[in-house]
Every structure is written in structure tokens, then in C-alpha cells.
């Protein structure tokens, strides 16, 4: 299907009528009324990581008709759908079910109402301000299309609904809890992620899309006493500030300027009262990269500025800072070839020129990067975008993105109609290319 430029034609992008029969759009297009009534239930009823058991239930109702050996419950309250189809490849296709502690504002009428009890019993409001709503729907698409074409492709197909996608932790834990003994292993791992582009557009990065995110934690350790006779003290708020300043210098002077990386101090806790010296300070970092090398340099050189500040400082040696790299890591998303460059001549050919269009890389995380790096050398991976904007609303911010709400934005509103299509035309030929009968 060949259409005219994103930019000037809005909806009718996906709606303008091909040059030729098209059964495979014309089958989305007939089931997207089911798609998205089933987009705004999910969207209207999100809950949190770990917490995803009404979700799971839903899809697990969604998919178990189609054909489908279903189980439910792995890795916590993760469904996994398995259609064997002869012989052949195995695929993966995920989605992600979880939602985020965001209050919701975008005044939609099916805008979530939701409020939970996150893991640190905190109280909040619960959104999909990540689109794993818009995920969902097009996953059921998806499985309803390759259930209904199973007489064009030979293989097994293994769809998969992951929980805790926002915590890092889902991925792992299905992994962990036997994805890939338990069930047919892939040779190739596929997702999208909606994005803040053209509604419909598909977006793609070859080779590292998403970062390694480390979470740090340091304890900055000192001396206390009383803010009158610093001279008696070893003061840990000087001795943070003097840190926090000291790793600016790592991104910009120890790593390769074509070398993305990031290392940025999000909180800094210490002390009571203004005539007090705290005996110690924390640091909560968060730092990226791409490289499993950069990564290890990064995290090196924040223990080495560390402990040289405390010497600097004068701190005794059982008073040196404590740096702890948290377990919740995410590790970079790396699109592989040739799977990548093979699947985008597919999408450029069905969708046009004009709607794929490679992006940069991001520094987010994406815990998707787990099923290529549990066998890097026997599943290749593919996570592309697609645009998820309205066109009206693209159009009126003339290119800047910033005056747009993006993703974990309270007010994050997906065009759901042709993102949902663009979405499981996307997926299912892509899948019919990785299961092709040969």
C-alpha cells in the first residue's frame, strides 16, 4: 500500500483506499472496532508492575480462543501463548502489561480513575502513560491475524504477555522461571514500543536502540557534629557536593564524545537542621550507556571519584564513600542483524518511504534486551517504534517535540486507530516473513 506524505494527510493515511486489494489491511481494518474497545478497557483499568492479574486475565481470554496453548502465571503473572503450525522457526512476540504510577490528566473519557498501592505503600494514581495499552490491543491484532493466515507460514509462534516492564524485573523473571526450557526457544525475538511520532509511522534504530540503566546508590560518609566548630566535623554535604561536581567530568572527559553515556544525580538526601553536620549523605544516580565497556567504565570511574574525594576530604579509610550498583538493571536493546535490515525493507515496501524512518537511539531502558541475551548467538531481536501522535497535533507543534506530552507523561494520548493498525499490519508481516513457508 503506497501513501502520500504523513505530514499532510492526517488520519487519511491510514484510511485512503490502496491501488490494489490488500486482504491483510482490510482484515485489520475490519477488526479494529473490537481492537479498540479492547484498548479502552485496558486503558481504563491499568495496573501496576507485579501487580498485572485482572490485565493477564483479559489477554489470557483475548487469546485463548484463537488456537493457542496458553499458560498462565509465569514469572509472576506472565502468559505465555504457544501455536505450534508445522515446521519451521520459532518466534517471539511480546508485549508488556504493566502501567505506571501516574495520575492521569488527559481528560479522555475513558481516562483511568485507577489508584493503587505501589510496592513502598505509597498511594497513587495508575495510567498507562507508556502505551503498554496500545501494546496489548495490537498484540491480540496480531494473534488474531496469524491465527486466521496459519495456512501461510510453518513454524511455532510463541506470544508472549510480560508483567514489570517498568521495574526491569518481568523479562527476567519469565526467563528465570523457564521461558525458554519450558516452552519452544526463539531464533527470533520481535516487539514494538509506541512512540511520540506520527500516528502510524514506524520508527526503527538499527543496532543499539535502547540503554543499559544502572540505578547507583552512594553513601557519603563523614564526621557529624554541630554546625558551629566545622573544624571538630569531616562535613558529608561538602564532600557530596564536591562528588556530584567531580562526576560531571566522566561523560564529558573520560568517554568518547561519539559515545552516548549519561550519569546524572537525581536525589540528594542529608541532614536535619540548619546548625547540624550529618554524619553521612546519599546519592541516588542514575547512569547509561550502550556498551557493555562504557558501562563498566562508567560505573569504575564513579568509585574512583568517590574514594578520591574522600582522600581529598581527608576521611579515614573506614569512612570511605559506599557506591552500590543496584540489581535492577536493565540491560542496552540491540536490534540484530540481518533480521533488522530485512524487516524494515518489509515495512518500507508495504507501508512507503515516507512512514519509516530510521531515529536515534535512546538512553530510556527496555528489559526486552533479555531475550536476545539470554542466547545471544541463537535469537536475533527486533524492538521498533510506531508513531502514536496525532496528526493535528503533530502538525501544530511544527517539529518541536518538547511541546508535545511524551511518554510517561501524565497526559500521554495516543491515536489509537492508526497507531493499533500500523501496529498489527507491522507485526503480523513481520512474522509472516520469519514463519514463510519454505
Request: glycine share 10%; aromatic share 6%; proline share 7%.
Amino acid at each position: 500500500m503506497r501513501i502520500l506524505s504523513v505530514l499532510t494527510l492526517g488520519f487519511a493515511l491510514m484510511t485512503a483506499v490502496p491501488s490494489r486489494a490488500d486482504p491483510l489491511a482490510d482484515a485489520v481494518a475490519a477488526d479494529l472496532p473490537t481492537l479498540l474497545s479492547l484498548y479502552r478497557d485496558l486503558h481504563a483499568a491499568p495496573e501496576l508492575s507485579r501487580q498485572e492479574i485482572k490485565t493477564a486475565a483479559r489477554l489470557t481470554r483475548e487469546i485463548k480462543g484463537l488456537g493457542f496453548k496458553v499458560t498462565e502465571g509465569v514469572g509472576g503473572t506472565g502468559v505465555v501463548a504457544v501455536m505450534e503450525n508445522g515446521p519451521g522457526p520459532v518466534l517471539l512476540l511480546r508485549t508488556d502489561m504493566d502501567a505506571l504510577p501516574v495520575t492521569e490528566t488527559t481528560g479522555l473519557p475513558y481516562a483511568s480513575k485507577v489508584r493503587a498501592t505501589t510496592a513502598d505503600g505509597v498511594d497513587t494514581g495508575v495510567m498507562h502513560a507508556c502505551g503498554h495499552d496500545i501494546h496489548m490491543a495490537s498484540w491480540v491484532g496480531a494473534a488474531r491475524r496469524l491465527s486466521a493466515l496459519r495456512k501461510q507460514w510453518s513454524g511455532t509462534l510463541v506470544m508472549i504477555a510480560q508483567p514489570a516492564e517498568e521495574i526491569g524485573f518481568g523479562a527476567r523473571a519469565m526467563l528465570n522461571d523457564g521461558l525458554y526450557k519450558r516452552f519452544p526457544k526463539p531464533s527470533a525475538a520481535i516487539a514494538f514500543h509506541d512512540a511520540p511520532l506520527p500516528a502510524g509511522v514506524i520508527g526503527y534504530t538499527p543496532g543499539y536502540t535502547f540503554a543499559n540503566v544502572d540505578s547507583v546508590t552512594m553513601l557519603v560518609r563523614g564526621i557529624g557534629g554541630h554546625g558551629a566548630y566545622p573544624q571538630n566535623t569531616k562535613d558529608p554535604i561538602v564532600l557530596a557536593a564536591r562528588i556530584v561536581t567531580a562526576l560531571q567530568t566522566i561523560v564529558s572527559r573520560e568517554v568518547d564524545p561519539q559515545d552516548a553515556a549519561v550519569v546524572t544525580v537525581g536525589s540528594i538526601h542529608g541532614g536535619t537542621k540548619h546548625n547540624i553536620i550529618p554524619g553521612e549523605v546519599q546519592l541516588q544516580l542514575t547512569v547509561r550507556s550502550f556498551s557493555p565497556e562504557t558501562r563498566a567504565h562508567l560505573i569504575a570511574s564513579i568509585e574512583r571519584i568517590a574514594k578520591g574525594e574522600a582522600i581529598a576530604a581527608g576521611m579515614p579509610e573506614d569512612k570511605m564513600p559506599i557506591v552500590t550498583v543496584e540489581d535492577q538493571f536493565t540491560p542496552a536493546t540491540f536490534n540484530s542483524e540481518p533480521l533488522t535490515g530485512r524487516l524494515v525493507g518489509l515495512f518500507r515496501e508495504r507501508f512507503g518511504a515516507d512512514r519509516v524512518r530510521q531515529v536515534p537511539a535512546t538512553m530510556a531502558g527496555e528489559d526486552f534486551s533479555r531475550y536476545r541475551l539470554a542466547d545471544p548467538e541463537g535469537v536475533q531481536s527486533l524492538l521498533f517504534w510506531v508513531g502514536a501522535v496525532p496528526h493535528d497535533k503533530w502538525d501544530a507543534a511544527k517539529g518541536d517535540t518538547t511541546a508535545l506530552p511524551g511518554l510517561h507523561s501524565a497526559q500521554w494520548a495516543p491515536d489509537p486507530g492508526p497507531t493499533i493498525s500500523a501496529a498489527v499490519e507491522a507485526m503480523s508481516i513481520a512474522a509472516l516473513d520469519v514463519l514463510a513457508r519454505r
